[in-house]
């Protein structure tokens, strides 16, 4: 097994890990505390979104990593990561103040579109057959 094999099913393993301590946290805080009311929101941002968010950006850089063959691909790659590395940033914030407006939250499912479709992009240009010339 190369190392970069090994470094991208070590990703996925820890991105795994945690989606799964966010899911964890869900049961936890929904079903076994009940804390269902507004005060309890920012409970949710360390808790559940912050692990979520880096767990799926893990799980996605490991797999980009097994399957890597096409160097263009990182033009997609990098910025994918950083702005999703950024609107984990601003969900992190945004779910800890309770008075921020739909709009910003609204801005933070655009950019995490922006970033899956760049993502996307960058499977796609990995995955182009080669020119036997």
Known sequence: MSAR???GISLVVLGAIFALYSAYNVNELVFIQE????????????????????????????????????RSSILF?????????????????????????????????????FAACLFIGGAVVNFIPKSRG
């Open 5 to 7: 094999v090994f470094l």
């Open 35 to 70: 804390r269902l009311s507004r005060s309890d929101i920012h409970l949710y941002a360390g808790n559940v979104a912050l692990p979520m968010m880096v767990g799926l950006l893990l799980i996605v850089d490991g797999l980009i990593i097994c399957g890597f063959s096409r």
């Open 77 to 113: 790659h990098v910025p994918a990561n950083l702005i999703w590395i950024l609107i984990s940033y601003r969900l992190y914030f945004a779910i800890q103040e309770p008075t921020e407006t739909r709009l910003t939250f609204y801005r933070i499912f655009v950019f995490m579109v």
